[in-house]
């Protein structure tokens, strides 16, 4: 029995699943010489599957790695930017840019900051990126002007975006330095810029954002220094197995490829 071509190129440590998507667009993809299509399924063990030209297989999959990095403003989260723009793979040794197959999971917009976990383990990038997931996700918030109580409440019980309410959230006002407010919001949800496009619709615009954790993974663990902007570590095996835990719930096989279904988080 098949198993679908994106899911054998994210599996392989190659590239996420939405990625793989892209590729096979491309015209990047080949299975047995034949320009691949998406949604087509191959065996791994019979078809010769080429990337640029280069033959992947099961035996040269390179060690799944899993880091956390403290993304920079002017950085996309993006393996490759058509606009020549820094990614975030620019952050990363040589080793760890070239033939490891690590991209980023989600997205923070270039404006945002902060913490951003990067893989080459595609099962665990779909299983993050899918709409089902509620791993929550710990901002600090600089926004202009004073927000008072009742609309700091309307935020958490949720307001609509494209016709269609958020989910509620926690939120709390941290200090007010001069004319602006730094608020500290956890989501359990990521729509495209929904921090920003909600803070602009209230009255109360973004000055800065930047993600301090993702669930129990943080920037700053116990008893360490922050880590430093610009800068990543490895995922102690603890968060790895966190994250395992919380995502056990979806399947790997549910909505495969279906970048439709996918999170777009841009924040």
Not at 35 to 64: F, M, W, Y
Not at 190 to 219: D, F, M, W
Not at 222 to 238: F, Q, V
Request: proline share 5%.
């Amino acid at each position: 029995m098949g198993v679908r071509l994106q899911k054998i190129i994210s599996q392989w440590g190659i590239a996420s699943r939405r990625q793989a998507e892209e590729m096979i667009k491309l015209e990047r993809v080949r299975v047995n010489g034949v320009l691949a299509h998406l949604g087509q399924k191959v065996n791994p063990e019979t078809d010769t599957i080429t990337v640029d030209g280069k033959n992947i297989s099961a035996k040269k999959r390179p060690i799944s790695t899993y880091l956390l990095i403290n993304k920079p403003p002017g950085v996309v989260s993006t393996c490759y930017d058509p606009q020549a723009r820094a990614t975030v793979l620019d952050l990363l040794p040589k080793d760890l840019r070239s033939g490891k197959g690590i991209h980023p999971v989600g997205r923070l917009d270039a404006d945002s900051t902060g913490a951003l976990i990067l893989t080459n383990d595609g099962d665990l990038t779909f299983k993050l990126t899918h709409p089902r997931h509620n791993i929550k996700k710990t901002y600090r918030v600089l926004v202009k002007g004073h927000p008072p109580e009742e609309t700091l409440q309307m935020w958490r019980e949720g307001v609509f975006l494209d016709n269609r309410k958020t989910r509620t959230a926690s939120l709390q006002l941290i200090e007010k330095i001069a004319g602006n407010s730094c608020l500290e919001i956890v989501l359990m949800e990521g729509r495209n810029r929904q921090i920003r496009r909600i803070a602009e619709q209230l009255g109360y615009p973004v000055i800065q954002l930047h993600r301090t954790a993702i669930g129990s993974i943080k920037l700053q663990r116990p008893g360490e220094k922050y880590l430093s902007e610009g800068t990543y570590r490895h995922l102690t095996n603890k968060e790895i197995t966190y994250l395992n835990k919380q995502l056990q719930e979806i399947p790997i096989n549910d909505s495969a490829g279906s970048r439709s279904k996918e999170k777009d988080e841009v924040v």
